[in-house]
């Protein structure tokens, strides 16, 4: 059983940067690809990014690409969102997953835990 909690999210103005942060619980964190989705009212769930086991492999949905940074700290059991450059668009609630495996997915199902999310808003 794993259980994440997100935290970092808040108010910021637009072109802003925040870090959010997806502590989780269990002896198997370092075991498991974890990524980062998030959910606009009025919007289906979309993918943001991703990152596999070690660390060593990342995606990135095409609309945070290149303003967007994923990180994990295995000792800390804790994996991070560096986004930068953040437009209002952005606005909406993120949630970080853990995956089946120790592999890295771009969609839902293929993620077994989720954390309850953290509002971020982004001011014109």
């Known amino acids: 059983q794993v259980q994440l909690e997100e935290s970092g999210g808040g108010l910021v103005h637009s072109g802003g940067s925040l870090r959010l942060s997806c502590v989780a619980s269990g002896r198997t964190f370092s075991s498991r690809g974890m990524g980062w989705f998030r959910q606009a009212p009025g919007k289906e769930r979309e993918f943001v990014a991703a990152?596999?086991?070690?660390?060593?492999?990342?995606y990135y949905a095409d609309s945070v690409k290149g303003r967007s940074t994923i990180s994990r700290d295995n000792a800390k059991n804790t994996v991070y969102l560096q986004m930068n450059s953040l437009k209002p668009e952005d606005t909406a609630v993120y949630s970080c997953?853990?995956?089946?495996?120790?592999?890295?997915?771009?969609?839902?199902?293929?993620?077994?835990?989720w954390g309850q999310g953290t509002q971020v808003t982004v001011s014109a």
């Open positions: 990152i596999n086991w070690s660390g060593g492999r990342t």
């Open positions: 997953a853990a995956a089946i495996d120790t592999n890295y997915y771009t969609t839902a199902p293929q993620y077994s835990y």
